[in-house]
Nanobody
Framework: EVQLQASGGGFVQAGGSLRLSCVVS????????IAWFRQAPGKEREGVSCISFRRNSRWYADSVKGRFTISFDNAKNTVYLQMNSLKPEDTAVYYC??????????????????WGQGTLVTVSS
């Protein structure tokens, strides 16, 4: 079964940057996509970014386009989410998730079967 271990959250002022990391294991690149979801207090989980190895594609939520970048280090089996120009509304628990290679951000969180533990990002104004 796919395993994911997320880290890198923290406290940052608005305009600052953070990089989240997600180490993946027991994972076949062509069979799965990796995504980052987040959940802010009192809100539903929303997809932030997704990477597909089979399609060589990346997707971003409109709210983070131009500010966040998803990438993958093959040698380290690690997916990164570089977050720049952070805003207070980016405050949330961030989760890395894995699912079938056909999944995209158009699919809600309950379509993604494998979840790592969350990492908290707090952006102060």
């Amino acid at each position: 079964e796919v395993q994911l271990q997320a880290s890198g959250g923290g406290f940052v002022q608005a305009g600052g940057s953070l990089r989240l990391s997600c180490v993946v294991s027991k994972f076949t690149f062509d069979d799965y996509n990796i995504a980052w979801f987040r959940q802010a207090p009192g809100k539903e989980r929303e997809g932030v970014s997704c990477i597909s190895f089979r399609r060589n594609s990346r997707w971003y939520a409109d709210s983070v386009k131009g500010r966040f970048t998803i990438s993958f280090d093959n040698a380290k089996n690690t997916v990164y989410l570089q977050m720049n120009s952070l805003k207070p509304e980016d405050t949330a628990v961030y989760y890395c998730v894995a699912g079938n290679w056909k999944l995209t951000l158009a699919h809600t969180y309950n379509s993604w079967p494998y979840w790592g533990q969350g990492t908290l990002v707090t952006v102060s104004s």
